[in-house]
């Protein structure tokens, strides 16, 4: 089974919850789509969520989110083929992945295109008291291109990404007190794009700190959706 759900910022109490809920196995797929908190401070801070994680059954699989440091900036992480896309992980932590960005990866049958990454909007207020912020939160130009070809050149099923095309932003989760004149969306403008231009049966996306669904596009933060379509609360 695969599972998907959003942001967990460094916790991991809902999924070790879930998991020992629903008994899950080494034939599961838990997807977490982005700001997952593993590679937050680069360091042996972030040992703990992975610590707890590892002695999970089902594989992590990560998008990138804009709270968090990519993997290939970090010493301890290698690459890997896995479901037929390129994947990062620590060999101290094998069942934690994290995708790369434009891979398409066959899940149970089911084809996932992953974008990562997305601006975060309270990046001067972050720079202002010292916290994490990384200038490459967002798809690149490489990024972006290499998306763009798969997408020519490739079929896939599903999406997974982090934030949303602009057209679905949820603006009932706006945070109050930010100008939204000064917030850069040309992440959220270029998969606009992206979502004219393909077929899919679902996309599921996190950054937005809600549940909701319009249309195909699936907002995850608390909870859990299966590819079977069902939705699971703990």
């Known amino acids: 089974m695969i599972y998907y759900t959003g942001d967990i910022h460094g916790s991991t109490l809902e999924i070790v919850t879930f998991c020992m809920r629903f008994k899950s196995t080494k034939d599961d797929t838990i997807v977490i789509l982005g700001d997952v908190g593993a590679n937050y401070f680069g360091d042996f801070r972030d040992n703990k969520l992975k610590e707890a994680f590892s002695k999970l059954e089902p594989t992590i699989f990560c998008i ?80 972006k291109w290499y998306v763009e070809q798969q997408i020519k050149e490739k079929e896939f099923d599903v999406i997974l990404s982090h934030t949303c095309p602009l057209k679905y932003e949820p603006i009932e989760t706006f945070l109050p007190g930010i100008d939204q004149s000064t917030v850069d969306t040309s992440t959220e403008e270029w998969l606009d794009k992206i979502e004219e231009s393909v077929d899919y049966k679902a996309w599921y996306c996190g950054h937005w700190h809600i549940n909701k669904r319009i249309d195909k596009i699936h907002f995850l933060f608390h909870g859990f959706e299966t590819n079977q379509d069902l939705e699971i609360y703990c």
């Open 64 to 143: 990138h989110g804009n709270h968090e440091m990519r993997p290939w900036n970090i010493p301890t992480y290698k690459t890997k083929e896995w479901n037929g896309g390129t994947v990062w992980y620590e060999e101290k932590y094998p069942n934690i992945l994290f995708a790369k960005d434009g891979e398409i990866y066959d899940i149970e049958g089911t084809k996932h295109l992953v974008i990562g990454g997305a601006y975060s909007v309270d990046k001067f207020y972050r720079l202002s008291r010292g916290y994490g912020w990384w200038e490459d939160e967002q798809p690149s130009e490489e990024i």
